[in-house]
C-alpha cells in the first residue's frame, strides 16, 4: 500500500474504529465507514498531513469517498 493510502486508512480507523479492509476504490460512505462529518474531517487532516490545501470546489463527494480519488487529488495539489 502507497504511503497516503496508509496515513489515511489509519487515520480512518483511529478516528472511527472500523477495523475492517478498507480498499482504495470502496465508496467509504456508501459502505457507511464514514458519514458526512468523517469525510470532512478526512479531508482536514489530509490537508495538514500532505501540505496541500483544497479548493472548495474540489470537496465533493466524488474526490473524497474513495481514497484513490483523495490520493489523486493530494498528488495533483503536490505538483502545483
Do not use: C, W
Not at 480507523?13 to 460512505?29: H, K, M, N, S, V
Not at 458526512?36 to 487532516?45: E, G, K, Q, Y
Amino acid at each position: 500500500m502507497n504511503t497516503e493510502l496508509q496515513l489515511l486508512s489509519d487515520y480512518i480507523r483511529r478516528e472511527t474504529g472500523y477495523a475492517g479492509a478498507i480498499d482504495a476504490e470502496q465508496d467509504l460512505l456508501a459502505a457507511e465507514i464514514l458519514d458526512s462529518f468523517n469525510i470532512v474531517s478526512l479531508a482536514v487532516f489530509a490537508q495538514e498531513q500532505f501540505g496541500v490545501e483544497f479548493a472548495p470546489e474540489e470537496l465533493t463527494r466524488e474526490n473524497l469517498a474513495r481514497l484513490s480519488h483523495l490520493t489523486a487529488l493530494i498528488r495533483r495539489k503536490l505538483q502545483e
